[in-house]
T-cell receptor
Framework: DGGITQSPKYLFRKEGQNVTLSCEQN?????MYWYRQDPGQGLRLIYY???????QKGDIAEGYSVSREKKESFPLTVTSAQKNPTAFYLC???????????????FGPGTRLTVL | EDKVVQSPLSLVVHEGDTVTLNCSYE??????LLWYKQEKKAPTFLFML????IEKKSGRLSSILDKKELFSILNITATQTGDSAIYLC??????????FGTGTRLQVFP
């Protein structure tokens, strides 16, 4: 089955620790995205990548880092510099946009991160 | 600054009611507007709208876009408890990024 997987489903972290959230897709999509969702707020873009070995900052990149060494993988590291990391993190992917194609993003099941 | 505004933020109805969710936007070089339904975890895709005045329909759900007035509505008729979810509106502009609204939380009671 094609899809996007995220792991772990739940993650607990002590203050001052870095943690890495996994995102894998087998849809052969070129673009991948990381969003953060807080209660009462919409999805906010952290980082996105349109091609292997390249990525761009989104609206709230501070305190986060990513890598894109493989097309199917886009891990997100939440560093100790992120002041309020407790949130629900969603990964998404989409085919690369062309001038004539309109592509929706497909989402993974999410990781709920709690800082203790 | 690009933005997407959804209203109402929250809605409580009884089964069988019809609801209308609103999404207005200000986005440079509009390309498409998308509606997603989010129950517990991953948002699932409902509709993508690119042209004004053309209604998209899927069962009891329908949506339409007005590019002149910069808004879209999502209608759900004969609501069921399974329609309870957060409905997200997102707009794509000049980049590949989606700009999301805050969502409308719909609760349907029997």
């Amino acid at each position: 089955d094609g899809g996007i997987t995220q792991s772990p489903k739940y993650l607990f972290r002590k203050e001052g620790q870095n943690v890495t959230l996994s995102c894998e897709q087998n849809l052969n999509h070129d673009a991948m995205y990381w969003y953060r969702q807080d209660p009462g707020q919409g999805l906010r873009l952290i980082y996105y990548s349109q091609i292997v070995n390249d990525f761009q900052k989104g609206d709230i990149a501070e305190g986060y880092s990513v890598s894109r060494e493989k097309k199917e993988s886009f891990p997100l590291t939440v560093t100790s510099a992120q002041k309020n990391p407790t949130a629900f993190y969603l990964c998404a992917s989409s085919p690369i946009r062309t001038s004539s194609a309109y592509n929706e993003q497909f989402f993974g099941p999410g990781t709920r991160l709690t800082v203790l | 600054e690009d933005k997407v505004v959804q209203s109402p933020l929250s809605l409580v109805v009884h089964e069988g009611d019809t609801v209308t969710l609103n999404c207005s936007y200000e986005v440079t070089n509009f390309r498409s507007l998308l509606w997603y339904k989010q129950e517990k975890k991953a948002p699932t895709f409902l509709f993508m709208l690119t042209s004004s005045g053309i209604e998209k329909k899927s069962g009891r759900l329908s949506s339409i876009l007005d590019k002149k007035e910069l808004f879209s509505i999502l209608n759900i008729t004969a609501t069921q408890t399974g329609d309870s979810a957060i409905y997200l509106c997102a707009v794509e502009g000049i980049t590949d990024k989606l700009i999301f609204g805050t969502g409308t939380r719909l609760q349907v009671f029997p």
